[in-house]
Structure formats: structure tokens, C-alpha cells
């Protein structure tokens, strides 16, 4: 059976970067940069104080104070200043010419029209030079950098008013089972609440992203095409959710073949998930999840993200957004898949050590409540089945609200 690093390499290869588009820079947030931006100015932009004080211009204790004072925001002053003479600035204001440092006010002394001043102050002490954080020309942002708050401010600060991102993909959710109905306090017999319509949704939003179609199907061959269709139509990626395992009414993958979807792997060597499908048709992408809720999730987070990245100009799979933690007790597993664990990290007190990764009692993949007690999920290999409390496993924490770390 295929592996999941195997897997995971399959989605990246086939996996088409969506096209860009210029967006104003109110939208940008939370995409991922489609160009270099080089600064076409220096930063700061003219030589200016950084403490409230008063510009000197010479080493010295006592000043000759010049009239009038120079506030953030003036126009930059031509005159330039003389030795032994002083005046007035705010943080942020230009320096005048000849400034040989900003004396900060809680060490001078006005006395008549004179300063004095309890510091030995060094030449350019107190003062942002021109082009000190970025020359002009240099480029500050890159293709492949994510969007985020200081991100925007530094593009606002380089004088972007927009700026070119990778589009972000279209997405489509379909739920499958003749068991399934919406949330009811009082489900009819035999019927189960549709939970993967509500948590698949809720994750593709908190990840930015859009859902365009949405539906829940019966397992019926031409319902599930008549939806899978609607749902290639207007998304980039179409995840359905149950129906993909071996059984009589799963119906996944038949219907994938009735539409000209290739199978790209069906099955991989994991637990929970390994029914998962993946399929492509042209450049849309075909999730077939399996409908155990944790099984959905799991392989969501994994498989799902990875690809949105990837579409979204980002070539870096979930996998290698681990980090290490000391197992808070023995585990063991059968057989030859990797296991995602469910597992609760936290550090000590004094935060000075590896954090520690407690696995959730609940392993089976029906149980959603063990899910919301995990944060991360623990990788155990294929090919080991023995794990010793104390020792240092993989895990990858579980960032509902991040599409990138
Ligand atoms: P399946 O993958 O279709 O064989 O479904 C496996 C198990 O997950 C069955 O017990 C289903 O009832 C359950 N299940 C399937 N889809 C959903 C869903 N959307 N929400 C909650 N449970 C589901
Ligand atoms: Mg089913």
C-alpha cells in the first residue's frame, strides 16, 4: 500500500499553482505573495529623531538655543545647524543638516536661551539615518512570502496600494450516506447527524478559504455524479466525505471513473484514513475523504492543506511541520501503517524543555470528542510498532486557524 510521504509527494507533484491576481492591499492578508517587491525608497527616508529632544550641533554641555522647534511631519529644515548651537525636536522629525546628535530631554536644562546638558553624547547618537533598515532598490519581500499583519504594514510602508497574490482556491464539499441528516435534537432511528458537512466547512473558513458548493447526498450513483459534476464546475478542489471504502454503496470511486477523474491513489498505509482517494480531472482535485469523522478530519488536515498550499504557491507538506515531543506514556501498534495519534501537547512550567505529548485515550476513528481534546497529532512510523514513554516522537500540532505555519 502506498505510504503517506508517497502519498503526500503524489498530491505536491500534480497539484497546479492557481494563477495570480493583483488585489488592493486591504484583501491581501492571508495570501501568499506572487511577486518580489523591492523598496523604491530607503527607509527610513530622511535622517530623523528618535527621542524627543533637541538636536545639537556639536559635542558639547552647553548650547546656544535656536528659536522655534522642528515637530514630526515639518517640512525638513535647509538651514543647517552650527556648532554649539541647539533646538527643540520631536521623535520623528527631520534632523537638520549638520546634526551631530539628538540629546534626549530628560537630560538638558533650558536656562534662558540656553541649554545645558548632563550627557556625553556620541556623534549620530539618537539619530535614524537614511536608508538605515532599507536601502533603496533593495528587496524586502519575496515571491512565496505569506501575507501576514506586519506583512500588510510593511507593504503599506514600501508604498503598495496593491499587490500581486496567488489566487486561492474554490472549494467544494460534499457529504455522502443515506444515514445522513442535518443537526436535529431528535435524529430519526437508524439516521446519523451529517458532523463532517459542519467541521469539514468550519476548517476550510478558518483556513481563508471560500466554499462555493456544498451538498449531501444519498449513496446513489447519479445523485453523487450529478453533484460531483456541479461541484467540478465552480471549484478547484472537491472534497466529498464517505462512500470510499469497499463497500456495495460506496460509490466514490466508480462515480470518479464514470467522470474522467484519474485516479491518482486510492488507499494508503495510515490509521485512521486509509480508504482516502485522490483523483484529478484536468486541473481540479478530487478528495475522496472516508466518513468516519476523525478518519475526515485527519486526513483533511493532512492531504487537503498540503494541496491548498501547493495551489496557492506554497510547496511544503504538513508533514514537515513537525516538531519533537517526549511521549507521556508507552505506545504500542500492530501492523504496518503509520499512525496518527491524537495527542494532547503542552510544556512544563518552566517551559525550558522539549514539550511533552500526552496521547488521547480514544483511538478509534467515530470518536469526534477525541478530537476536540487534541492539539497535535503524534506520528508513529510504519515501520516500528514499539514506543517507550519519555522518548522523543514526531508530532504536528494541529493549527485550525493557519493554513501555513
Ligand atoms: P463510510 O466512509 O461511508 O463507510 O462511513 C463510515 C462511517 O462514518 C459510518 O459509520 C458513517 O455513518 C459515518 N459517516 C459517514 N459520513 C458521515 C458524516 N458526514 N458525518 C458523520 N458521520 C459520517
Ligand atoms: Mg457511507
Redesign the pocket.
Known amino acids: 500500500m502506498l505510504r503517506v510521504k508517497e502519498a503526500l509527494d503524489r498530491i505536491i507533484k500534480r497539484t497546479r499553482v492557481l494563477g495570480t491576481q493583483k488585489l488592493p492591499l486591504e484583501e491581501a492578508l492571508g495570501h501568499v505573495l506572487a511577486e518580489n517587491i523591492p523598496s523604491p525608497f530607503p527607509l527610513p527616508m530622511y535622517d530623523q529623531a528618535a527621542m524627543d529632544g533637541y538636536a545639537v550641533g556639536s559635542h558639547g554641555y552647553e548650547f546656544t538655543l535656536l528659536e522655534g522647534e522642528i515637530k514630526a511631519g515639518d517640512h525638513p529644515v535647509e538651514s543647517p545647524i552650527m556648532p554649539g548651537e541647539a533646538i527643540r525636536i520631536y521623535t520623528g522629525a527631520p534632523v537638520p543638516p549638520g546634526t551631530y546628535a539628538v540629546i534626549p530631554q530628560e537630560y538638558t536644562q533650558e536656562i534662558g536661551g540656553r541649554l545645558r546638558s548632563s550627557k556625553v553624547i556620541k556623534d549620530g547618537e539618537n539619530i535614524r539615518r537614511k536608508g538605515e533598515e532599507v536601502k533603496e532598490g533593495q528587496r524586502v519581500l519575496k515571491v512565496g512570502d505569506f501575507i501576514t499583519p506586519p506583512v500588510v504594514g510593511l507593504l503599506a510602508a514600501l508604498g503598495r496600494e496593491k499587490v500581486r497574490v496567488y489566487k486561492k482556491p474554490k472549494m467544494a464539499v460534499i457529504?455522502?450516506?443515506s444515514?445522513?441528516v442535518g443537526p436535529t435534537p431528535s435524529p430519526p432511528p437508524g439516521k446519523?447527524?451529517?458532523?463532517?458537512?459542519y467541521?469539514i466547512t468550519a476548517a476550510l473558513r478558518a483556513w481563508g478559504l471560500e466554499v462555493v458548493y456544498s451538498k449531501?447526498v444519498e449513496?446513489d450513483r447519479e445523485a453523487l455524479k450529478e453533484a460531483v459534476s456541479e461541484a467540478l464546475e465552480v471549484a478547484h478542489i472537491v472534497i466529498t466525505?464517505?462512500?470510499?471504502?469497499v463497500?456495495r454503496?460506496?460509490l466514490i470511486t466508480s462515480v470518479a471513473e464514470d467522470l474522467g477523474i484519474r485516479e491518482v491513489f486510492w488507499k494508503v498505509a495510515q490509521k485512521p484514513g486509509k480508504?482516502l482517494f485522490f483523483g484529478i480531472k484536468g486541473r481540479k482535485l478530487i478528495f475522496g475523504?472516508?466518513?468516519?469523522?476523525v478518519?475526515?478530519s485527519v486526513c483533511l488536515y493532512i492531504y487537503v492543506k498540503t494541496a491548498v498550499r501547493k495551489m496557492m504557491g506554497v510547496k511544503r507538506s504538513i508533514l514537515e511541520d513537525f516538531v519533537y515531543a517526549l511521549l507521556s506514556k508507552t505506545l504500542n501498534k500492530k501492523g504496518k501503517r503509520l499512525e496518527f495519534v491524537r495527542g494532547h501537547l503542552f510544556y512544563t512550567e518552566d517551559r525550558k524543555y522539549l514539550p511533552i505529548v500526552r496521547p488521547i485515550q480514544k483511538r478509534a476513528?467515530?470518536m469526534?470528542t477525541s478530537l476536540k481534546d487534541a492539539n497535535a497529532l503524534i506520528i508513529l512510523p510504519e515501520d516500528r510498532g514499539y514506543f517507550e514513554h519519555c522518548q522523543d516522537v514526531k508530532v504536528i500540532p494541529l493549527r485550525w486557524f493557519d493554513l501555513f505555519e
Not at 446519523?192 to 458537512?197: A, L, W
Not at 466525505?241 to 471504502?245: H, K, L, Y
Not at 475523504?289 to 469523522?293: D, E, H, K, Q, T
Open positions: 457529504t455522502t450516506g444515514e445522513l446519523v447527524i451529517d458532523s463532517n458537512m467541521q449531501r449513496d466525505s464517505g462512500g470510499v471504502s463497500g454503496y460506496d480508504p475523504l472516508p466518513g468516519n469523522p478518519s475526515a476513528s467515530h469526534l
